[in-house]
């Protein structure tokens, strides 16, 4: 991935970026920062801000026509602007220290000169001075100032004293040449400099060379002249912030013989018009100045504190990923594309833990003025990262998840259409997890659908798995195989029970026409619903965020049943399943599941397998929808890992039967006749941990057929590992009667060990 395709993701945030206010200031002030230090009367930190900023912060408290004061957001409320003008003054009033800073820098050898001791000119002068370059500055009149735009002498501005105090203070720490009287006729006189500035004022003399102007760069076209100011049709203000553009294009060239500006941010002006919702803010009248020399600081503290300190960050404010890693969207953008150019191991990848952290909810999306999708930034990321194919592809954080969906696509997948039919208008879509959940739910939709619609049954995986691990290949080998199932079954229209597969095929097999299952329910004169509670608190799945007509159905669903509804305030969150994060980040998870199941204090009502065994096992009262379709009394039971499959395997076989009068057996495999004796101390880590009992009935199996084990004669624990097939198991267990044992403790982790023959 290059640069410009990763920040292509991000392209249109400004989170972090200037306010309007700075875009449309001609300094480019960070305004935001400026004022909050003032809001606190940290008065000395502000002030070198400013003068860091504007270079003569006295002139343009007075001179400035303040541009930011169109473009403050407080105008939306209907209040006045922020007084800058009156806080720069404030600022510099109550500042203490004012001196300017002293840079111990080497003296440079390459001379510049300025023509005009304008504003614009003097601030050029005055940062190439600070830089230790030789500045020599020409003017034809007797001193400094220059004109105003009206072509009157600034030194009969009524405040001209400030301002002459203000250049004297500022150049009292340079050493600047200053020849007053002098005109510059003709560029050659200055033939001995290396470089010159021309800033003459208004109507002042061009050489010619103003057609030829650059107005980024202010260069012209000859070699080594630079131009800017009022002379080239600007305000005063934009005249020295051109100065200071200009010392830096100067010294560019003066050190590479080529003008740019480099490392320089780009303001935009159309990102003056950038504004952001404030939900929150309150309006606040503008502070007016007790006397007439000013605000008192009280009086500058408070008017400051009317800043909206605009700043978008609803996906920081809304994403715990975000938070937890405390990055801005750039910043992440710039990171993962230079982290793809980086080969070699995991470990050098320092990007893994943050890309596999990432639900890929589209949450963040959702809350952008903008619709950045971090999301699919790291969701392109995981893809890349799998089809390089080397190392940095962390397969134990999707391992488990894989090999579910591989048992979902072949041992408990199932494409059947009514009995006696070939084709059928509809096929029941349930995904991989509803009936290993519950197979009720399952049996019970499907018996409903029967009923009242020409419905078949296609028992499969949606592909989840492969999409949040980045594997492109066995995603679309599925959804080959899906097309290819939905062909033979000629064609039908879906029905989904599930809204992250609903989102799959919506991505991925648009050309399927689909229906939500809850909004057949929910028309249905003979469905009624029971009431599991007085009032429960809908929680709509990330995956539903856009589907309207699934939850639009549940709804109904449950106002059927009787149930009086809260909508969360913040909605279509994910519940933490999305993504894998699970193994990625498990404190991340677990922060993201307690978030979610405190988010209402009413019981839940819930339309995805997966967010109602977070919320049981965290033992927050919920109920699956179905449950109150059906009259189904599930309560907070949630299988193990291996009951799950045995769930999921006996839905096909009733299946079968009806539909296919084929009486189906799962396959047997040597260990399953194995029997465990498990605490529920040690099934709670085992299910944290993603560890199924059929697993370590395979490991212990093989141990006991192998005799590759460790045994401890003293107490009869054995100790045995397996790996499957980037997962090492171990497990401690004990005999206690014929293929019957004990489980003592088990653990996983993804270190590989390897036997090798010794050297001789």
């Not at 199932?485 to 809204?499: D, R, V, Y």
């Not at 919320?615 to 009259?631: Q, S, T, W």
Request: with cysteine.
């Amino acid at each position: 991935m290059k640069l410009e395709d990763a920040t292509r993701y991000t392209a249109k945030c400004f989170n972090g970026e200037p306010a309007s206010c700075s875009y449309a200031c001609p300094f480019h002030l960070d305004i935001r920062s400026f004022l909050e230090k003032m809001s606190k009367g940290r008065w000395v930190a502000a002030y070198k801000m400013l003068r860091d900023a504007v270079v003569f912060p006295t002139a343009v408290s007075v001179l400035c026509d303040e541009p930011c004061r169109k473009h403050c957001q407080r105008n939306l409320l209907g209040d006045e602007a922020l007084a800058m003008l009156d806080l720069e003054a404030a600022c510099i009033k109550f500042a203490q220290n004012t001196k300017p800073e002293v840079f111990a820098i080497p003296p440079k050898s390459k001379r510049v000169a300025v023509i005009g001791a304008g504003v614009a000119g003097l601030s050029c002068a005055l940062n190439l001075a600070q830089k230790k370059y030789p500045v020599t500055v020409f003017e034809k009149e007797s001193g400094w100032g220059g004109h105003l735009p009206s072509g009157e002498r600034l030194s009969s501005h009524p405040r001209f004293a400030d301002i002459d105090r203000d250049f004297a203070l500022q150049f009292s720490a340079v050493d600047v040449e200053f020849r007053y009287g002098v005109e510059i006729k003709a560029l050659e006189e200055l033939s001995e400099y290396d470089a010159i500035y021309v800033a003459t004022g208004k109507n002042g003399n061009s050489f010619g060379l103003l057609a030829s102007w650059d107005a980024e760069l202010l260069t012209t076209s000859q070699n080594k002249v630079f131009m800017g100011g009022t002379l080239c049709g600007v305000s005063k203000m934009e005249g020295i912030a051109q100065g200071i553009r200009a010392s830096k294009t100067i010294e560019a060239f003066l050190q590479t013989g080529k003008a740019s500006l480099m490392n320089v941010f780009v303001y935009d002006k159309k990102n003056c018009e950038r504004y952001l919702k404030h939900d929150s803010a309150v309006s606040a009248p503008r502070v007016i100045a007790s006397s007439p020399d000013g605000y008192t600081e009280e009086e500058a503290k408070k008017e400051a504190a009317r800043c909206l300190f605009c700043d978008c960050d609803y996906c920081m404010a809304s994403c715990e990923m975000l938070q937890k890693f405390r990055k801005k969207p750039h910043k992440i953008a710039v990171e993962v594309a230079t982290d793809m150019q980086v080969k070699g191991t995991l470990a050098s990848r320092a990007l893994t833990r943050e890309t596999y952290s990432c639900n890929i909810c589209g949450h963040c999306k959702s809350v952008c003025p903008e619709d950045v999708d971090i999301g699919a930034l790291l969701q392109f990321s995981r893809t890349a990262r799998k089809n390089e194919g080397g190392e940095s592809y962390p397969a134990a954080f999707h391992d488990f998840w894989l090999r579910e969906m591989d048992f979902a696509t072949s041992e408990a997948f199932l494409a059947a259409v009514p009995r006696g039919q070939k084709v059928c208008t509809y096929a029941f879509f349930p995904g991989c997890q509803l009936g290993a959940s519950n197979p009720d739910y399952v049996l019970k939709s499907y018996e409903f659908l029967r009923s009242k619609y020409d419905c078949g049954i296609l028992l499969n995986c949606c592909g989840a798995p492969a999409y949040w691990a980045g594997d492109e290949n066995l995603l679309n080998e599925n959804r080959d195989r899906i097309r290819q199932s939905w062909n033979e079954m000629g064609q039908p229209t879906l029905i989904f029970a599930c809204a992250t597969c609903e989102s799959i095929f919506n991505m991925f097999l648009p050309e399927i026409k689909r229906v939500s299952l809850y909004a057949l329910l929910a028309e249905s004169e003979e469905i009624s619903p029971t009431r599991a509670y007085e009032k429960a608190a809908i929680f709509d799945p990330c995956n539903a965020r856009d589907n309207h007509g699934m939850e639009a159905g549940v709804r109904e669903l449950a106002k059927k049943a009787g149930v009086v509804l809260e909508e969360l305030k913040d909605p279509n969150r994910c519940c933490g399943y999305g993504g894998h994060i699970r193994l990625a980040n498990p404190s991340l998870y677990e922060q993201i599941t307690k978030n979610r199941a405190e988010a209402s204090d009413q019981p839940y009502i819930v339309y995805c397998a997966n967010c109602r065994e977070i919320f049981a096992r965290r033992d927050k009262e919920c109920k699956h929808i179905l449950d109150l379709a059906f009259g189904l009394n599930t309560g907070l039971n949630v299988p193990t890992l291996e009951e799950k499959r045995k769930n999921s395997l006996e839905v096909k076989k009733i299946l079968m039967k009806k539909e296919c009068g084929i009486d189906f057996e799962p396959e047997t495999r040597e260990w399953d006749g194995l029997k465990l004796v498990i605490s529920d101390e040690i099934q709670k880590e085992m299910e944290d941990k993603l560890i199924s009992a059929i697993d370590l009935k395979e490991a212990i199996w093989k141990a006991e057929s192998s005799g590759y084990k460790f045994y401890d004669e003293s107490n009869g624990i054995s100790l045995c590992s397996m790996i499957k097939p980037v997962i090492t198991y171990w497990v401690e267990y004990k005999e206690i009667g014929p293929q019957t044992y004990e489980i003592i403790s088990t653990y996983c982790h993804r270190i590989h060990f390897r036997e090798e023959a010794k050297k001789p």
